[in-house]
T-cell receptor, first 110, second 114 residues
Framework: DAKTTQPPSMDCAEGRAANLPCNHS???????VYWYRQIHSQGPQYIIH???NNETNEMASLIITEDRKSSTLILPHATLRDTAVYYC???????????FGTGTSLTVIP | DSGVTQTPKHLITATGQRVTLRCSPR?????VYWYQQSLDQGLQFLIH???????AKGNILERFSAQQFPDLHSELNLSSLELGDSALYFC?????????????FGPGTRLTVT
C-alpha cells in the first residue's frame, strides 16, 4: 500500500473551511484514499473515502487530483469539535491493513 | 457510537502478567481488526480476523495472540506483559473482506502495566 505524507499540524478559524492536504505520489490504480480522524484518545472515526472521483458526504468533501498523487479533505465549516488528528490512508481493497501514519493535528481556533 | 464495544475500558496490571481484551463487532460485521496505540508509536495494526479466520498480521508480538469466535466476538490475549505494552488497544470491525469498506472503531481499552 502507498505511503502517505501529511503536514504535522494545521490551524483553522472556526466557521471557515479546513483544507487538509495529503500526498500519495506512489498510489497504485486499485488503491483507495481513506480519511479518518481521532479526537483525543477516542477510537478513530471514518470520514470519507474515494478512488478517483471527488466525493462528498455529510461530514466532508474529498478532492482527488486527476493524477491521483494527492488529495485534499475539506471540512466546509469547521467547528471546535473538529479539532482532532486527521489521518490519510491509501489502501487497496485487497490489503485491509490500515497504516495510519502520523496524521495532521488540526486545531480549530475560536 | 460506532456499535463496536470493547471491555474492559481500563486495565491495570503488573509486569509478567497476562490479560485478555474483548471486542464485540457491529451487528453483521464479519471482520475484526486489532490496533495498538502508544505515545511513541502511533496507531499500529496488529491483526485481522474474518469470520473466524486470521487474514492478516501486522506488528504483533509473539507474546500477543488473538482469536475470533463463532459468534464473531474477538479476544486479544497479551502475555508476559512488559512496561512497554502500556497503550490503548482498539478493535475495529467492517462488513466484509475485500470490498473497500470503512472500519468502525470501538472506544478502546487502556492498558497500564506497572
Amino acid at each position: 500500500d502507498a505511503k502517505t505524507t501529511q503536514p504535522p499540524s494545521m490551524d483553522c478559524a472556526e466557521g471557515r473551511a479546513a483544507n487538509l492536504p495529503c500526498n500519495h505520489s506512489t498510489i497504485s490504480g486499485n488503491e483507495y484514499v481513506y480519511w479518518y480522524r481521532q479526537i483525543h484518545s477516542q477510537g478513530p472515526q471514518y470520514i470519507i473515502h474515494g478512488l478517483k472521483n471527488n466525493e462528498t458526504n455529510e461530514m466532508a468533501s474529498l478532492i482527488i487530483t486527476e493524477d491521483r498523487k494527492s488529495s485534499t479533505l475539506i471540512l466546509p465549516h469547521a467547528t471546535l469539535r473538529d479539532t482532532a488528528v486527521y489521518y490519510c490512508i491509501a489502501l487497496s481493497f485487497t490489503g485491509n491493513q490500515f497504516y495510519f501514519g502520523t496524521g495532521t493535528s488540526l486545531t480549530v481556533i475560536p | 457510537d460506532s456499535g463496536v464495544t470493547q471491555t474492559p475500558k481500563h486495565l491495570i496490571t503488573a509486569t509478567g502478567q497476562r490479560v485478555t481484551l474483548r471486542c464485540s463487532p457491529r451487528s453483521g460485521d464479519l471482520s475484526v481488526y486489532w490496533y495498538q496505540q502508544s505515545l511513541d508509536q502511533g496507531l499500529q495494526f496488529l491483526i485481522h480476523y474474518y469470520n473466524g479466520e486470521e487474514r492478516a498480521k501486522g506488528n504483533i508480538l509473539e507474546r500477543f495472540s488473538a482469536q475470533q469466535f463463532p459468534d464473531l466476538h474477538s479476544e486479544l490475549n497479551l502475555s508476559s506483559l512488559e512496561l512497554g505494552d502500556s497503550a490503548l488497544y482498539f478493535c475495529a470491525s467492517s462488513p466484509g473482506l475485500r470490498e473497500p469498506y470503512e472500519q468502525y472503531f470501538g472506544p478502546g481499552t487502556r492498558l497500564t502495566v506497572t
